[in-house]
């Protein structure tokens, strides 16, 4: 089991392939197990990384008062230990949030942006109304008693979940930790990092799910007006967890935006 330490925590990472560096960030309530199709598929020509960032999969548990920066300065020291950067820098839902916080602070290590179904924060991309909701509905979450705690958000995909994943859904949820979602959650509802986006130098690749709810086609064309250099890259019959209910999709539109910028 592949480990960095950093700062006084073990953070675990799955590595697979070789070739040009893609770096995998998962959301909230998951860890690295949410990129095996693309640990499985995209290895014969890239060495894929996916890590269980602090408070999630076998990583150390969070510490207290973690902040967005805290994450990427922690992302930072992994990709530094494995000599992996610049890299090409990936995450979906919360991951595209935290992939634009690594950009904010360390864009030397930062290859191309590729930010999946993703908000520049909640603050920064959904109505005020819509935040406020979902604030509320993670209280209402994180205050069942432990045998109730259910870490399933509404929204997640276009239909029922895809049957061969099921099993790998179960287990993430089991192993989700109410005080590392609360952090993820509460940190996403005070994030705005619109001032941000017109600074990023990189080529971005946006994919996006054509029926994800959580985050609507609305906020993709939203960093598409924002960010200099994008392509946007829509996922027919994809809802917000797009990478396993297209994976084949979600493979393909990676492998080709990572090898047209090498």
Known sequence: MPTVQVSGLEIV????????????LHGAASDARMWRPQLD???????????DEPGAGRSSALPESYRL???AHCLA??????RLGPAHIAGLSWGGTLALEFYRHHADLVRTLILADTYAGWKGSLPA???????EGARRM?????????????????????????????AMEADVRPDSMRTQLLLMAETDQRDLLP?????????????DVRSPPAVAR????????????????????????RPETFNRAVRGFCQAHP
Do not use: K, M
């Open 69 to 71: 920066a805290d994450y």
């Open 13 to 24: 990472y799955d590595r697979v392939g070789e070739g040009p560096a893609v770096v995998f």
């Open 77 to 82: 020291a992994v990709v530094e230990s494995l």
């Open 129 to 135: 109304q819509e935040v406020r909701a979902r604030v």
């Open 41 to 51: 598929g995209l290895a014969d020509a890239f060495t894929v990384v996916a890590w």
């Open 199 to 211: 600074a990023v130098s990189v080529p971005t690749l946006l994919l996006w799910g054509e029926h």
């Open 222 to 245: 939203q960093f598409q007006e924002s960010l200099p250099d994008t392509e946007l890259v829509v996922i027919p019959g994809a809802g917000h967890v797009s990478n396993l209910e």
């Open 142 to 170: 994180l205050a069942a008693p432990p045998g109730e705690f259910d870490p399933t958000l509404p929204g997640l995909f276009a239909g029922e979940p895809p049957a061969a994943y099921v099993p790998l859904l179960d």
